[in-house]
T-cell receptor, first 114, second 114 residues
Framework: SAVISQKPSRDICQRGTSLTIQCQVDSQVTMMFWYRQQPGQSLTLIATANQGSEATYESGFVIDKFPISRPNLTFSTLTVSNMSPEDSSIYLC???????????FGEGSWLTVV | DAKTTQPTSMDCAEGRAANLPCNHSTISGNEYVYWYRQIHSQGPQYIIHGLKNNETNEMASLIITEDRKSSTLILPHATLRDTAVYYCIVRVAMVPEGAQKLVFGQGTRLTINP
């Protein structure tokens, strides 16, 4: 399994500002995924981040709003830009295990925009 | 879109077996059935996965029908800590060119009652 740490675990932000969420993995992984979970909803994939290349965004998500960095095989960041109350969600980082069979999740970053 | 259908909610008595059904009638031959659970908005926790044979691990058993159009997750002796939302997901695994994403449906909210 992979141990995934996310920072911050929780934050309250002012609308119009931006917040960067960090994801650190205890081992090198090829693929990292960023999900969003709005209150009372299921998880929705934002983008897939491969080291050394641009992230691939899902329909409805754009790089200007959710820029992602993937500088090495153990780390990634997701920025939520120009936040509005609708961005209040849990943001989750996940990685694929070395066997390729299993995806593991961090504990999430709870974001409240006021 | 998610390729699975699950009941919205279920109840089970503590100490009894919890049987969670999932329909995946359009599953492809190379798609695995995965189960995750999410406890009180923590990050999703991997439970088990299988292709066509029944699988068992320390957490649960997975029974897949012969036609692979449905499956059942069995928690043999449910405890109060098993109260969570359980997600059934189909996914291609072990793809050489890279990871395949998990697409979450709404899941089943399982409540274990004392």
């Amino acid at each position: 399994s992979a141990v995934i740490s996310q920072k911050p675990s929780r934050d309250i932000c002012q609308r119009g500002t931006s917040l960067t969420i960090q994801c650190q993995v205890d081992s090198q992984v090829t693929m990292m995924f960023w999900y969003r979970q709005q209150p009372g909803q299921s998880l929705t994939l934002i983008a897939t981040a491969n080291q050394g290349s641009e992230a691939t965004y899902e329909s409805g998500f754009v790089i200007d709003k959710f820029p992602i960095s993937r500088p090495n095989l153990t780390f990634s960041t997701l920025t939520v830009s120009n936040m509005s109350p609708e961005d209040s969600s849990i943001y989750l980082c996940s990685v694929e295990g070395h066997s390729g069979n299993t995806i593991y999740f961090g504990e999430g970053s709870w974001l409240t925009v006021v | 879109d998610a390729k699975t259908t699950q009941p919205t909610s279920m109840d089970c008595a503590e100490g009894r077996a919890a049987n969670l059904p999932c329909n995946h009638s359009t599953i492809s031959g190379n798609e695995y059935v995965y189960w995750y659970r999410q406890i009180h908005s923590q990050g999703p926790q991997y439970i088990i996965h299988g292709l066509k044979n029944n699988e068992t691990n320390e957490m649960a058993s997975l029974i897949i029908t012969e036609d692979r159009k449905s499956s059942t997750l069995i928690l043999p002796h449910a405890t109060l800590r098993d109260t969570a939302v359980y997600y059934c997901i189909v996914r291609v695994a072990m793809v050489p060119e890279g990871a395949q994403k998990l697409v979450f449906g709404q899941g089943t909210r399982l409540t274990i009652n004392p």
